[in-house]
């Protein structure tokens, strides 16, 4: 599994318990130092994780919005735990990330990859929809 992919893979399973025990605060630095200790030894950058992790919750205000703006048929807590952190790390690389480091294209990509890895039977669907939008959306705006 290419490096990139494993850090978003432990960033997706670090939100989803933090977000699975109600969001606890200063959990999640210590819930993300656990896992990758578990699921990434060896990884070469460990610090991607954390800025994944770190970015996505300092915009979490934001990204939710803008999740229930794109999905407005389905409110923040009544998406599947999974879906709506796989969603909320795919548009912190969308909007807030690097482009340059993760084009646009690249986080939709591996977002509906880890939907399809840690989701359900319509989750990469999902996720494609939604982030279709909002990069449908950004692209008028440019």
């Known amino acids: 599994m290419a490096s990139r992919h494993l850090s978003r893979s432990i960033t997706i399973q670090s939100l989803y318990e933090w ?3 109600g969001k606890p605060s200063g959990k999640i630095d210590s819930i993300t130092e656990k896992n990758i200790k578990e699921f990434g030894p060896g990884l070469e950058d460990s610090n991607f ?8 919750i300092k ?3 934001q990204i939710d919005k803008i999740i229930e703006e794109a ?3 389905w409110p923040i807590d009544q ?3 999974i ?3 796989v969603l909320r790390v795919g548009l912190y690389e969308l909007l807030f990330g690097s482009k340059e480091e993760v084009p646009p294209k690249v986080a939709i990509n591996e977002a509906i990859e880890l939907a399809k890895t840690f989701g ?6 999902f996720i494609n929809g ?3 939008t909002v990069f449908k959306q950004i692209e008028k705006t440019i």
Do not use: C, M, Q, W
């Open 59 to 61: 915009h979490l205000p």
């Open 71 to 73: 999905a407005p048929e």
């Open 83 to 85: 879906d709506r952190n």
């Open 19 to 21: 977000d699975f025990y």
């Open 120 to 125: 359900g039977e319509n989750s990469g669907k």
């Open 130 to 132: 939604v982030l279709g």
């Open 79 to 81: 998406i599947t735990i």
């Open 49 to 56: 994780v954390r800025k994944l992790v770190s970015g996505t």
